[in-house]
């Protein structure tokens, strides 16, 4: 078994240090004139992508080999059907609600998307993999069924959402680690939310409106700019008022998982489109994770609560 | 109960004539060069394979209808869109070139609605028109051209282990099931009295009034499970390494199809790299609109 991991992460390695080694040296050469091959990352998008694809199983792979031996990690007859009654959920409810089939309200070029408290749930309920594999898998299901095209590295950046939701289980004292969370995940949204105060003219590229003329070129609105503090407050409150310890944790651990597994693909837009910094962290980071933050305060709580009260009816 | 996808065998299909395996590989391959593109010209191709693949799938007019002008559609109005606004377009072309510009003769608030025809929209719309299409056609199909029983054993084909094969497997067999429940759903609390069309209220009141819709979705979700559940661990799921009822052999036509598929793909990356393949409009149409 060992055997098999090693020989994984050394072609792993290698296919990365491939990359690097094209997208890093041979792309930071404005290419010369007539030159046959042109390696600046714009042209490189399809490969850049499959890199970050490679660079978030990596992460993944990662953590699990550093705590190998935790429960949490084993895969049995309930985790492969958990693994797929969630990426087919998360499947169904993105396709459902990403305004073609139902058209969610939206609210101040914020699109809603509740269908990111599904990975969230199954992470939390079920364990990292079987979050990862709803994450990732179910987004990919989802963006084939509305009939368009792929983006990878973005259904990796669902995955990490679910895989980190389900990393509580690898810590044997809850409450410290919950407070560890709370602080990074406080830290990064206000370090990203700061960003937003300095580019408030960035436009939000993730609002389309096309009845209103808007391509994701207008500015970002106030709300969506800050949507991030609203979520990180309101996680906080779930936190700290409701008694409730496995609500807390499942709100907790999701919301570091949002802002893992979104900073994750929105950084790695930066290489594949080329986009600045402020572009994709204002632009991009911003409108998804704040939005989704809300999501993770009130409907993983309300899974969190049916889930419980199931099991105890059902004994199981 | 699980609802199916509308698979069934069909003699005279094409697509259906291959291994799954190899089908599926040659699926990503076009997927993944059509996406490194954006030149009409090296488009087309994509589209033309696609087209064949539709027209020779055996699959017939009145059982894709629906899924097929939804998303046509879909894709057909976005691309109007595109044209008439021209916005989306500005990240791959800097200078625009003016066909005719038409005026309405009327204004709403002061705001005259203008359309400027230009040659680079024109295009841009067309070149997505045709990239989402081709896309899009070779997706739908899938469903109808994949048979259900062969789910797992084509995943595990691709090199997956046995229990992702199988989560891959049930993950397509549920998503149909899911949509029905969702509608059963939706329904039994219309019936109730919920409107998910009229949801109002601040942003928190109108994310918890998703509730009775996502909870019972989830939760019946679940629950059903334990009976898959069991029938799995009493057909001794998971004990040993897994054999498959059905057993996939590559013939030398799928051998063939594989090849044309990495044949376009590495075709397709190398243009890429050479730096062929961005958005492309006609010299002289530039040229005689300049």
């Given amino acids: 078994?060992?055997?098999?991991?090693?020989?994984?992460?050394?072609?792993?390695?290698?296919?990365?240090?491939?990359?690097?080694?094209?997208?890093?040296?041979?792309?930071?050469?404005?290419?010369?004139?007539?030159?046959?091959?042109?390696?600046?990352?714009?042209?490189?998008?399809?490969?850049?992508?499959?890199?970050?694809?490679?660079?978030?199983?990596?992460?993944?792979?990662?953590?699990?080999?550093?705590?190998?031996?935790?429960?949490?990690?084993?895969?049995?007859?309930?985790?492969?059907?958990?693994?797929?009654?969630?990426?087919?959920?998360?499947?169904?409810?993105?396709?459902?609600?990403?305004?073609?089939?139902?058209?969610?309200?939206?609210?101040?070029?914020?699109?809603?998307?509740?269908?990111?408290?599904?990975?969230?749930?199954?992470?939390?309920?079920?364990?990292?993999?079987?979050?990862?594999?709803?994450?990732?898998?179910?987004?990919?299901?989802?963006?084939?069924?509305?009939?368009?095209?792929?983006?990878?590295?973005?259904?990796?950046?669902?995955?990490?959402?679910?895989?980190?939701?389900?990393?509580?289980?690898?810590?044997?004292?809850?409450?410290?680690?919950?407070?560890?969370?709370?602080?990074?995940?406080?830290?990064?949204?206000?370090?990203?939310?700061?960003?937003?105060?300095?580019?408030?003219?960035?436009?939000?590229?993730?609002?389309?409106?096309?009845?209103?003329?808007?391509?994701?070129?207008?500015?970002?609105?106030?709300?969506?700019g800050i949507a991030i503090l609203i979520g990180f407050a309101l996680v906080f409150a779930v936190r700290y008022f409701f008694k409730n310890e496995d609500v807390a944790t499942a709100v907790t651990w999701g919301m570091l998982g949002n802002i893992v597994g979104l900073l994750f693909a929105s950084l790695s837009d930066m290489v594949i489109n080329g986009f600045s910094l402020p572009a994709a962290i204002v632009g991009e980071f911003l409108p998804a994770a704040g939005p989704n933050l809300i999501f993770a305060a009130i409907l993983v709580p309300m899974l969190v609560v049916a889930y419980t009260a199931t099991r105890r009816q059902s004994g199981r | 109960m699980l609802v199916a996808w509308r698979y069934r065998k069909r003699e005279n299909s094409f697509i259906q004539s291959f291994d799954p395996r190899a089908w599926v590989i040659f699926y990503v391959c076009c997927l993944v060069s059509t996406l490194s593109f954006w030149d009409v010209r090296f488009l087309l191709p994509f589209l033309v394979i696609a087209m064949f693949v539709l027209l020779t799938s055996g699959v017939k007019w009145h059982e894709i209808r629906r899924a097929f002008l939804f998303i046509v559609g879909f894709v057909f109005f976005f691309a109007v869109l595109t044209f008439l606004t021209g916005r989306g377009g500005t990240e791959v072309y800097k200078q625009e070139h003016l066909i005719r510009e038409f005026r309405a003769s009327f204004s709403i608030l002061g705001w005259t609605p203008v359309l400027k025809v230009t040659v680079e929209r024109a295009f841009f719309a067309v070149s997505q028109l045709v990239r989402v299409t081709s896309i899009a056609v070779m997706t739908i199909l899938i469903p109808y051209s994949l048979n259900p029983a062969y789910y797992g054993i084509t995943f595990k084909g691709l090199g997956l282990p046995d229990k992702f094969a199988y989560a891959m497997d049930l993950t397509m067999r549920f998503i149909p099931t899911f949509g029905r429940d969702f509608q059963l759903t939706m329904d039994a609390q219309r019936a109730r009295g919920y409107e998910l069309e009229k949801i109002s209220g601040g942003i928190i009141a109108q994310v918890r009034k998703l509730g009775p819709i996502f909870v019972p979705v989830t939760i019946h979700a679940i629950i059903g499970s334990e009976d898959i559940i069991d029938a799995m661990d009493l057909r001794a799921f998971g004990v040993g390494p897994r054999t498959w009822l059905d057993v996939l052999t590559y013939q030398t036509r799928d051998r063939v199809l594989i090849a044309v598929g990495v044949l376009i793909l590495s075709a397709s990356i190398v243009i890429g790299f050479m730096g062929f393949g961005a958005f492309w409009v006609p010299e002289y149409l530039i040229k005689i609109f300049s």
């Fill in chain 1, 1 to 224: 078994m060992d055997k098999k991991f090693t020989n994984v992460l050394i072609s792993l390695v290698v296919v990365l240090a491939l990359f690097a080694v094209v997208m890093f040296v041979l792309g930071a050469k404005a290419p010369a004139e007539g030159a046959l091959f042109n390696f600046s990352v714009d042209q490189a998008s399809v490969v850049s992508r499959f890199v970050f694809v490679v660079i978030g199983i990596a992460i993944a792979f990662g953590v699990y080999f550093a705590t190998q031996a935790n429960k949490a990690w084993e895969i049995g007859t309930r985790e492969v059907v958990w693994m797929a009654i969630g990426a087919a959920l998360y499947a169904v409810f993105s396709w459902l609600f990403n305004g073609t089939v139902f058209v969610v309200p939206s609210l101040s070029q914020v699109s809603l998307r509740p269908a990111i408290a599904i990975p969230m749930f199954f992470g939390f309920a079920f364990g990292p993999v079987v979050g990862f594999f709803t994450g990732a898998v179910g987004n990919m299901f989802g963006d084939a069924l509305t009939g368009f095209g792929l983006s990878p590295q973005w259904s990796i950046g669902n995955g990490l959402i679910g895989f980190v939701s389900g990393m509580w289980m690898l810590f044997s004292d809850k409450k410290k680690s919950m407070d560890t969370v709370l602080y990074v995940s406080g830290a990064l949204a206000v370090i990203t939310a700061l960003l937003y105060f300095l580019n408030r003219t960035q436009a939000n590229m993730l609002f389309f409106d096309p009845a209103n003329n808007i391509f994701g070129d207008s500015q970002i609105s106030l709300f969506a």
